[in-house]
């Protein structure tokens, strides 16, 4: 079993920059998928991002390539979202998650099975 805290959400004005963090508790095996994902209001959830807890592939939705920077430290057994150039769009509730998936499914909120329960970026124009 696997737990995820997120923190880091935060009010942000338009360029900006947040740093989001996500502490995961259980073993996470190396064989797993660790991603972002965001819910704006009214919409469903989107990715964002991902990683494989081992190795160095990553992925990004279209929109925030050249902006956004996933990352893990799996000493800390910990994961993080850079998130530069914010935008007012980029507004939306953030949550990590995680699971052992084809990689072919990354982009695929319901192939997760472990979520966090999300954080706050808010950014002003």
């Known amino acids: 079993q696997v737990q995820l805290v997120e923190s880091g959400g935060g009010l942000v004005q338009a360029g900006g920059s947040l740093r989001l963090s996500c502490a995961a508790s259980?073993?996470?095996?190396?064989?797993?998928?660790v991603g972002w994902f965001r819910q704006a209001p009214g919409k469903e959830r989107e990715f964002v991002a991902a990683?494989?807890?081992?190795?160095?592939?990553?992925y990004y939705e279209d929109s925030v390539k050249g902006r956004f920077t996933i990352s893990r430290d799996n000493a800390k057994n910990s994961m993080y979202l850079q998130m530069n150039s914010l935008k007012p769009e980029d507004t939306a509730v953030y949550y990590c998650?995680?699971?052992?998936?084809?990689?072919?499914?990354?982009?695929?909120?319901?192939?997760?099975?472990?979520w966090g329960q999300g954080t706050q970026v808010t950014v002003s124009s």
């Open positions: 998650a995680a699971a052992f998936l084809n990689l072919a499914l990354v982009r695929v909120a319901a192939a997760y099975n472990y």
């Open positions: 259980g073993r996470i095996d190396s064989r797993y998928a």
């Open positions: 990683i494989r807890w081992t190795g160095v592939m990553s």
